[in-house]
Protein backbone atom coordinates (compact mmCIF):
# COMPACT_ATOMS: atom_id res chain seq x y z
CA UNK A 1 0.00 0.00 0.00
CA UNK A 2 1.38 3.23 -0.78
CA UNK A 3 1.62 6.16 1.53
CA UNK A 4 -0.67 9.18 0.45
CA UNK A 5 2.35 11.38 1.03
CA UNK A 6 4.05 9.32 -1.41
CA UNK A 7 1.24 9.72 -3.63
CA UNK A 8 -1.25 6.73 -2.62
CA UNK A 9 -5.10 7.49 -1.47
CA UNK A 10 -5.34 8.89 1.74
CA UNK A 11 -7.72 7.64 4.42
CA UNK A 12 -9.66 10.36 4.93
CA UNK A 13 -11.02 13.06 1.92
CA UNK A 14 -13.96 14.65 3.49
CA UNK A 15 -13.29 17.61 6.21
CA UNK A 16 -13.75 16.61 9.47
CA UNK A 17 -16.76 18.44 11.48
CA UNK A 18 -15.94 21.73 13.67
CA UNK A 19 -16.32 21.97 17.34
CA UNK A 20 -19.39 23.73 17.28
CA UNK A 21 -20.83 24.64 20.88
CA UNK A 22 -23.42 27.17 20.17
CA UNK A 23 -26.74 26.68 19.62
CA UNK A 24 -30.28 28.04 20.80
CA UNK A 25 -29.78 28.37 24.42
CA UNK A 26 -26.94 31.54 23.64
CA UNK A 27 -29.12 33.03 20.56
CA UNK A 28 -31.99 33.23 23.41
CA UNK A 29 -29.34 34.68 25.63
CA UNK A 30 -27.65 36.92 23.36
CA UNK A 31 -31.59 38.42 22.27
CA UNK A 32 -32.47 38.78 25.78
CA UNK A 33 -29.35 41.29 26.27
CA UNK A 34 -29.95 42.95 23.20
CA UNK A 35 -33.68 43.33 23.92
CA UNK A 36 -32.66 45.13 27.43
CA UNK A 37 -30.74 47.55 25.49
CA UNK A 38 -27.80 47.23 28.31
CA UNK A 39 -24.74 45.65 26.82
CA UNK A 40 -22.93 46.84 29.55
CA UNK A 41 -23.71 48.15 32.67
CA UNK A 42 -19.73 48.89 34.45
CA UNK A 43 -19.16 52.29 35.56
CA UNK A 44 -15.50 52.99 35.77
CA UNK A 45 -16.37 54.77 39.51
CA UNK A 46 -17.14 53.52 43.03
CA UNK A 47 -20.89 52.83 42.00
CA UNK A 48 -23.15 50.43 42.09
CA UNK A 49 -22.50 49.87 38.98
CA UNK A 50 -18.48 49.19 39.71
CA UNK A 51 -19.09 45.78 40.03
CA UNK A 52 -21.05 45.09 36.30
CA UNK A 53 -24.39 44.48 35.15
CA UNK A 54 -26.81 41.41 35.95
CA UNK A 55 -25.83 39.09 33.29
CA UNK A 56 -21.61 39.44 34.57
CA UNK A 57 -22.69 38.85 38.18
CA UNK A 58 -24.78 36.41 37.34
CA UNK A 59 -22.18 34.31 35.61
CA UNK A 60 -19.44 35.22 38.58
CA UNK A 61 -21.94 33.56 41.21
CA UNK A 62 -22.30 30.65 38.74
CA UNK A 63 -18.87 30.04 37.96
CA UNK A 64 -18.33 30.56 41.73
CA UNK A 65 -20.59 27.79 42.64
CA UNK A 66 -19.99 25.59 40.02
CA UNK A 67 -16.01 25.37 40.50
CA UNK A 68 -16.78 25.28 44.43
CA UNK A 69 -14.86 28.81 44.94
CA UNK A 70 -15.82 31.84 46.75
CA UNK A 71 -15.41 34.50 44.36
CA UNK A 72 -15.09 34.48 41.08
CA UNK A 73 -14.53 37.39 38.31
CA UNK A 74 -15.27 37.82 34.93
CA UNK A 75 -12.58 39.65 32.36
CA UNK A 76 -12.57 40.40 28.92
CA UNK A 77 -10.05 37.30 28.61
CA UNK A 78 -7.62 34.90 30.57
CA UNK A 79 -4.44 37.53 29.76
CA UNK A 80 -6.09 40.43 31.68
CA UNK A 81 -7.24 37.94 34.03
CA UNK A 82 -3.71 36.68 34.63
CA UNK A 83 -2.43 40.67 34.78
CA UNK A 84 -5.14 41.54 37.38
CA UNK A 85 -3.85 38.23 39.05
CA UNK A 86 0.09 39.11 39.19
CA UNK A 87 -1.30 42.53 40.28
CA UNK A 88 -3.62 41.35 42.83
CA UNK A 89 -0.32 39.84 44.82
CA UNK A 90 1.45 42.88 45.15
CA UNK A 91 4.13 41.55 42.58
CA UNK A 92 6.58 44.23 42.73
CA UNK A 93 9.49 44.94 39.72
CA UNK A 94 12.74 42.82 39.87
CA UNK A 95 10.61 40.53 41.70
CA UNK A 96 11.08 37.14 40.21
CA UNK A 97 7.68 34.93 39.55
CA UNK A 98 8.66 30.76 38.25
CA UNK A 99 6.75 30.09 35.27
CA UNK A 100 6.66 27.42 32.64
CA UNK A 101 8.44 27.92 29.30
CA UNK A 102 5.89 25.70 27.36
CA UNK A 103 2.67 27.15 27.45
CA UNK A 104 0.59 30.30 25.89
CA UNK A 105 2.94 33.55 26.11
CA UNK A 106 0.58 35.49 28.31
CA UNK A 107 1.30 33.01 31.23
CA UNK A 108 4.55 34.38 31.25
CA UNK A 109 4.15 37.79 30.44
CA UNK A 110 2.14 38.33 33.07
CA UNK A 111 4.94 38.77 35.32
CA UNK A 112 6.53 41.38 33.03
CA UNK A 113 3.37 43.69 32.87
CA UNK A 114 4.24 44.20 36.79
CA UNK A 115 7.94 44.52 36.32
CA UNK A 116 8.61 41.28 38.05
CA UNK A 117 11.28 38.80 36.32
CA UNK A 118 9.95 35.32 34.48
CA UNK A 119 11.83 32.63 35.35
CA UNK A 120 11.66 29.76 33.79
CA UNK A 121 11.86 26.15 35.43
CA UNK A 122 11.94 22.98 33.23
CA UNK A 123 8.48 20.72 32.88
CA UNK A 124 8.03 17.01 33.37
CA UNK A 125 8.73 14.80 30.49
CA UNK A 126 5.56 12.87 31.30
CA UNK A 127 2.72 14.96 31.99
CA UNK A 128 4.43 18.26 30.71
CA UNK A 129 3.16 20.65 33.43
CA UNK A 130 5.82 22.43 36.05
CA UNK A 131 8.08 20.01 36.86
CA UNK A 132 8.70 20.50 41.05
CA UNK A 133 12.10 19.29 41.37
CA UNK A 134 12.86 22.15 38.57
CA UNK A 135 10.79 24.67 40.45
CA UNK A 136 12.62 24.02 43.79
CA UNK A 137 16.36 24.77 42.21
CA UNK A 138 14.82 28.19 40.49
CA UNK A 139 13.75 29.92 43.77
CA UNK A 140 15.74 32.44 45.48
CA UNK A 141 15.54 35.36 47.92
CA UNK A 142 13.22 37.47 45.33
CA UNK A 143 10.81 34.46 44.41
CA UNK A 144 7.36 35.89 45.53
CA UNK A 145 5.06 33.46 43.08
CA UNK A 146 5.13 30.63 40.84
CA UNK A 147 2.41 30.18 37.72
CA UNK A 148 1.32 26.58 36.73
CA UNK A 149 -0.20 26.03 33.83
CA UNK A 150 -2.74 23.13 33.54
CA UNK A 151 -1.15 22.09 30.02
CA UNK A 152 -3.34 20.59 27.73
CA UNK A 153 -6.26 19.71 30.29
CA UNK A 154 -3.56 18.16 32.75
CA UNK A 155 -3.45 19.43 36.68
CA UNK A 156 -0.45 20.23 37.33
CA UNK A 157 1.33 18.72 40.40
CA UNK A 158 -0.60 20.36 42.96
CA UNK A 159 0.83 18.42 46.42
CA UNK A 160 4.29 19.50 45.23
CA UNK A 161 4.22 22.89 43.53
CA UNK A 162 1.95 24.27 47.10
CA UNK A 163 3.90 22.29 49.40
CA UNK A 164 7.35 24.37 47.74
CA UNK A 165 4.80 27.45 47.58
CA UNK A 166 3.85 27.23 51.24
CA UNK A 167 7.63 26.11 52.19
CA UNK A 168 8.75 29.52 51.25
CA UNK A 169 5.59 31.25 51.77
CA UNK A 170 5.27 32.73 47.96
CA UNK A 171 2.01 32.17 46.01
CA UNK A 172 0.83 30.23 43.33
CA UNK A 173 -1.35 31.61 40.25
CA UNK A 174 -3.28 28.93 38.02
CA UNK A 175 -3.22 29.57 34.39
CA UNK A 176 -6.26 26.62 34.09
CA UNK A 177 -7.14 28.20 30.84
CA UNK A 178 -6.86 24.76 29.07
CA UNK A 179 -8.20 22.64 32.10
CA UNK A 180 -11.92 23.92 32.98
CA UNK A 181 -13.49 21.03 34.76
CA UNK A 182 -10.18 18.84 35.16
CA UNK A 183 -9.58 17.35 38.78
CA UNK A 184 -6.71 17.21 41.31
CA UNK A 185 -7.51 14.54 43.98
CA UNK A 186 -10.80 15.55 44.05
CA UNK A 187 -9.98 20.03 43.59
CA UNK A 188 -11.04 21.45 40.66
CA UNK A 189 -8.47 23.05 38.16
CA UNK A 190 -8.97 26.88 39.01
CA UNK A 191 -9.05 26.71 42.52
CA UNK A 192 -5.54 24.65 43.50
CA UNK A 193 -3.58 27.99 43.70
CA UNK A 194 -4.13 31.08 45.21
CA UNK A 195 -5.48 32.53 42.44
CA UNK A 196 -7.20 30.87 39.12
CA UNK A 197 -7.73 32.05 35.87
CA UNK A 198 -9.25 30.64 32.90
CA UNK A 199 -10.02 31.39 29.66
CA UNK A 200 -13.70 31.64 27.20
CA UNK A 201 -11.76 31.77 23.88
CA UNK A 202 -12.71 30.67 20.82
CA UNK A 203 -10.51 27.64 21.52
CA UNK A 204 -11.21 26.93 24.65
CA UNK A 205 -13.61 24.12 25.55
CA UNK A 206 -16.17 26.91 26.10
CA UNK A 207 -16.19 29.82 24.60
CA UNK A 208 -17.83 33.51 24.75
CA UNK A 209 -15.78 34.61 21.40
CA UNK A 210 -13.58 36.36 23.77
CA UNK A 211 -14.01 36.22 27.87
CA UNK A 212 -11.87 35.14 31.12
CA UNK A 213 -12.78 34.50 34.20
CA UNK A 214 -10.67 34.63 37.61
CA UNK A 215 -11.27 32.44 41.04
CA UNK A 216 -10.00 33.43 44.45
CA UNK A 217 -11.11 31.82 47.93
CA UNK A 218 -9.22 35.01 49.06
CA UNK A 219 -11.19 38.19 49.36
CA UNK A 220 -8.73 40.52 49.21
CA UNK A 221 -7.21 39.45 46.19
CA UNK A 222 -10.51 39.16 44.90
CA UNK A 223 -11.18 42.71 45.13
CA UNK A 224 -8.30 43.92 44.11
CA UNK A 225 -8.59 41.88 41.02
CA UNK A 226 -11.86 43.73 41.00
CA UNK A 227 -10.40 47.19 40.93
CA UNK A 228 -7.67 46.41 38.02
CA UNK A 229 -10.30 45.02 36.18
CA UNK A 230 -12.15 48.52 36.13
CA UNK A 231 -9.93 51.78 36.33
CA UNK A 232 -8.25 51.21 40.41
CA UNK A 233 -7.23 54.45 40.42
CA UNK A 234 -10.26 56.27 39.54
CA UNK A 235 -12.53 54.26 42.12
CA UNK A 236 -9.86 53.68 45.35
CA UNK A 237 -10.37 57.05 46.60
CA UNK A 238 -14.15 57.25 47.07
CA UNK A 239 -14.01 53.08 48.20
CA UNK A 240 -11.95 54.40 51.18
CA UNK A 241 -9.33 51.96 49.97
CA UNK A 242 -5.85 53.20 51.23
CA UNK A 243 -3.56 50.12 50.05
CA UNK A 244 -2.02 51.88 46.90
CA UNK A 245 0.34 49.20 45.70
CA UNK A 246 -0.52 48.06 41.90
CA UNK A 247 -3.97 49.85 42.11
CA UNK A 248 -3.10 51.52 38.15
CA UNK A 249 -6.83 50.19 36.34
CA UNK A 250 -7.17 48.74 33.15
CA UNK A 251 -10.71 48.43 31.38
CA UNK A 252 -10.76 44.44 31.51
CA UNK A 253 -14.74 44.75 31.56
CA UNK A 254 -16.43 41.30 30.50
CA UNK A 255 -19.64 42.71 28.76
CA UNK A 256 -23.38 41.54 29.40
CA UNK A 257 -23.52 39.84 25.60
CA UNK A 258 -20.44 37.49 26.58
CA UNK A 259 -21.59 36.64 29.95
CA UNK A 260 -24.86 35.53 28.86
CA UNK A 261 -23.23 33.24 26.44
CA UNK A 262 -20.81 32.20 29.57
CA UNK A 263 -23.75 31.11 31.86
CA UNK A 264 -24.91 28.56 28.70
CA UNK A 265 -21.84 27.59 27.96
CA UNK A 266 -20.71 26.44 31.70
CA UNK A 267 -23.98 24.22 31.96
CA UNK A 268 -22.64 22.05 28.69
CA UNK A 269 -19.20 22.16 30.28
CA UNK A 270 -19.58 19.01 31.31
CA UNK A 271 -21.41 17.05 28.92
CA UNK A 272 -18.71 18.38 26.29
CA UNK A 273 -15.63 17.12 28.94
CA UNK A 274 -17.25 13.35 28.73
CA UNK A 275 -17.65 13.45 25.10
CA UNK A 276 -13.94 14.40 24.69
CA UNK A 277 -12.70 12.28 27.38
CA UNK A 278 -14.16 9.08 26.13
CA UNK A 279 -12.63 10.26 22.32
CA UNK A 280 -9.09 10.52 23.37
CA UNK A 281 -9.42 7.24 25.82
CA UNK A 282 -10.35 5.37 22.54
CA UNK A 283 -7.63 6.63 20.45
CA UNK A 284 -5.54 6.01 22.79
CA UNK A 285 -6.21 2.24 23.34
CA UNK A 286 -6.44 2.04 19.11
CA UNK A 287 -3.01 3.13 19.44
CA UNK A 288 -1.30 1.39 22.26
CA UNK A 289 0.38 -1.47 19.72
CA UNK A 290 2.51 1.29 17.75
CA UNK A 291 5.36 1.04 20.44
CA UNK A 292 7.06 4.63 19.37
CA UNK A 293 3.93 6.69 20.35
CA UNK A 294 3.22 7.53 23.99
CA UNK A 295 0.12 8.95 25.25
CA UNK A 296 -0.01 11.84 28.02
CA UNK A 297 -2.01 9.82 30.40
CA UNK A 298 -4.02 11.66 33.21
CA UNK A 299 -1.68 12.49 36.79
CA UNK A 300 -2.67 9.77 39.30
CA UNK A 301 -6.21 10.48 40.97
CA UNK A 302 -6.74 12.73 38.34
CA UNK A 303 -9.27 14.19 35.63
CA UNK A 304 -7.36 15.15 32.37
CA UNK A 305 -9.90 17.41 30.10
CA UNK A 306 -7.59 17.06 26.91
CA UNK A 307 -7.84 20.54 25.83
CA UNK A 308 -5.67 19.20 22.41
CA UNK A 309 -4.26 15.41 23.05
CA UNK A 310 -0.57 15.57 23.24
CA UNK A 311 1.74 12.42 22.77
CA UNK A 312 5.42 11.83 22.60
CA UNK A 313 7.09 10.22 19.03
CA UNK A 314 10.32 8.01 19.89
CA UNK A 315 11.64 8.24 16.84
CA UNK A 316 14.31 5.46 18.04
CA UNK A 317 11.49 3.11 17.70
CA UNK A 318 9.93 3.61 14.97
CA UNK A 319 13.48 4.80 12.41
CA UNK A 320 11.73 8.00 11.32
CA UNK A 321 11.92 11.68 12.64
CA UNK A 322 8.68 12.45 14.49
CA UNK A 323 7.96 15.56 11.68
CA UNK A 324 8.64 13.19 8.88
CA UNK A 325 6.47 10.96 10.62
CA UNK A 326 4.14 13.54 10.95
CA UNK A 327 3.93 15.12 7.62
CA UNK A 328 2.78 11.86 5.88
CA UNK A 329 0.16 11.50 8.70
CA UNK A 330 -1.53 14.68 7.55
CA UNK A 331 -1.61 13.71 3.93
CA UNK A 332 -3.33 10.73 5.00
CA UNK A 333 -5.99 13.07 6.90
CA UNK A 334 -8.39 16.10 5.85
CA UNK A 335 -8.50 19.40 7.60
CA UNK A 336 -11.85 20.62 9.70
CA UNK A 337 -14.14 22.33 9.12
CA UNK A 338 -13.78 26.37 9.81
CA UNK A 339 -10.00 25.72 10.48
CA UNK A 340 -9.54 24.86 6.72
CA UNK A 341 -6.18 27.31 6.77
CA UNK A 342 -4.51 24.79 9.34
CA UNK A 343 -4.42 21.59 7.18
CA UNK A 344 -4.80 18.41 9.15
CA UNK A 345 -4.72 19.14 12.79
CA UNK A 346 -2.33 17.00 13.81
CA UNK A 347 0.73 19.27 15.04
CA UNK A 348 4.89 18.40 16.00
CA UNK A 349 5.63 20.24 19.01
CA UNK A 350 3.58 23.38 20.78
CA UNK A 351 4.74 26.66 20.83
CA UNK A 352 8.38 26.85 20.84
CA UNK A 353 10.32 27.37 24.59
CA UNK A 354 8.70 30.67 25.43
CA UNK A 355 12.10 32.03 26.57
CA UNK A 356 13.35 31.82 22.93
CA UNK A 357 11.62 34.90 21.87
CA UNK A 358 12.87 37.89 20.94
CA UNK A 359 11.89 39.62 23.72
CA UNK A 360 13.60 37.48 26.43
CA UNK A 361 16.60 36.51 23.83
CA UNK A 362 17.33 40.18 23.32
CA UNK A 363 16.19 41.72 26.90
CA UNK A 364 13.97 44.16 25.68
CA UNK A 365 10.41 44.28 26.70
CA UNK A 366 9.23 47.78 28.07
CA UNK A 367 11.02 50.45 26.23
CA UNK A 368 14.23 50.35 24.81
CA UNK A 369 16.45 50.29 27.63
CA UNK A 370 15.95 46.61 28.60
CA UNK A 371 13.31 47.12 31.68
CA UNK A 372 12.84 44.96 33.17
CA UNK A 373 15.16 42.48 33.00
CA UNK A 374 17.88 45.48 34.30
CA UNK A 375 16.31 44.34 37.24
CA UNK A 376 17.38 40.83 37.22
CA UNK A 377 19.96 39.06 39.13
CA UNK A 378 22.41 38.16 36.60
CA UNK A 379 22.06 34.65 37.67
CA UNK A 380 18.77 34.64 35.42
CA UNK A 381 19.31 33.32 32.17
CA UNK A 382 16.73 32.25 29.03
CA UNK A 383 20.15 30.87 26.80
CA UNK A 384 19.05 27.95 24.59
CA UNK A 385 19.23 24.73 26.89
CA UNK A 386 17.98 26.53 30.21
CA UNK A 387 15.42 23.56 30.14
CA UNK A 388 16.34 20.79 28.47
CA UNK A 389 13.45 18.72 28.75
CA UNK A 390 11.16 20.92 27.16
CA UNK A 391 13.35 21.33 24.23
CA UNK A 392 13.58 17.25 23.60
CA UNK A 393 9.58 17.61 23.73
CA UNK A 394 9.32 20.59 21.56
CA UNK A 395 11.75 19.90 19.14
CA UNK A 396 12.32 15.91 18.91
CA UNK A 397 8.96 14.03 20.73
CA UNK A 398 5.86 16.26 21.22
CA UNK A 399 3.41 16.03 18.78
CA UNK A 400 -0.60 16.52 19.65
CA UNK A 401 -4.04 16.61 17.47
CA UNK A 402 -7.22 18.27 17.98
CA UNK A 403 -9.19 15.62 16.43
CA UNK A 404 -11.31 14.55 19.24
CA UNK A 405 -13.84 16.85 20.39
CA UNK A 406 -17.34 15.62 20.95
CA UNK A 407 -19.21 16.51 17.38
CA UNK A 408 -16.93 14.00 15.58
CA UNK A 409 -18.36 10.50 15.17
CA UNK A 410 -16.84 7.26 15.57
CA UNK A 411 -16.24 6.61 12.35
CA UNK A 412 -14.01 10.14 12.18
CA UNK A 413 -12.35 8.91 15.04
CA UNK A 414 -11.29 5.74 13.30
CA UNK A 415 -10.01 7.67 10.35
CA UNK A 416 -7.74 9.54 12.57
CA UNK A 417 -6.84 5.87 13.96
CA UNK A 418 -6.33 4.26 10.69
CA UNK A 419 -4.02 7.32 9.58
CA UNK A 420 -1.28 6.48 12.60
CA UNK A 421 -1.75 2.79 11.49
CA UNK A 422 -0.96 2.83 8.14
CA UNK A 423 2.07 5.59 8.42
CA UNK A 424 2.76 3.11 11.23
CA UNK A 425 3.00 0.02 9.18
CA UNK A 426 4.13 1.63 6.20
CA UNK A 427 7.05 3.66 7.84
CA UNK A 428 9.94 2.14 5.41
CA UNK A 429 8.36 4.10 2.51
CA UNK A 430 9.32 7.69 4.17
CA UNK A 431 12.71 5.97 5.98
C1 LIG B 1 -5.54 30.50 25.75
C2 LIG B 1 -4.58 30.60 26.86
C3 LIG B 1 -4.31 31.81 27.51
C4 LIG B 1 -4.87 33.13 27.07
O1 LIG B 1 -6.24 33.15 27.01
P1 LIG B 1 -7.00 34.41 26.37
O2 LIG B 1 -8.37 34.28 26.92
O3 LIG B 1 -6.93 34.27 24.90
O4 LIG B 1 -6.32 35.64 26.85
C5 LIG B 1 -3.46 31.80 28.59
N1 LIG B 1 -2.86 30.68 28.99
C6 LIG B 1 -3.05 29.50 28.38
C7 LIG B 1 -2.36 28.29 28.90
C8 LIG B 1 -3.90 29.42 27.28
O5 LIG B 1 -4.08 28.27 26.65
Known amino acids: MKL ?5 TPVRKDLFPAYQTIGAEEKAAVNRVLSSGTLSKFLGCWDPDFYGGTEVQALEREWAEYFG ?22 IEPGDEIIVSPYTMSASTTAALIYGAIP ?3 DVEPEHFCLSVESVRRCLSERTRAIIAVDLFGQPYDADGINALANEHNISVIEDAAQAPGAHYRGH ?8 GVFSLNYHKHIHTGEGGVVTTDDGEIAEKVRLIRNHAEAVIGDKGS ?33 GRIANCVRISQALADVPAIVP ?52 GGYVAPLYLLPMYQKRIAFGSRGYPFNLARKEVSYARGSCPITEQLHFQELFYHDLIHPNLSDGDLDDVVDAFQKVWRYRAEIR
Open 242 to 274: TDLVNMVGFNYRMTELEAAIGRCQLQKLEDLLV
Open 119 to 121: VFA
Open 188 to 195: PTGTLGDV
Open 296 to 347: SLPREDSRHVYYVQAMRFLSAKAGVGRDVFLDAVRAELAPSRNRESEGPLVF
Open 4 to 8: AINGG
Open 69 to 90: VRHAIAVNSCTSGLYCAVGSLG
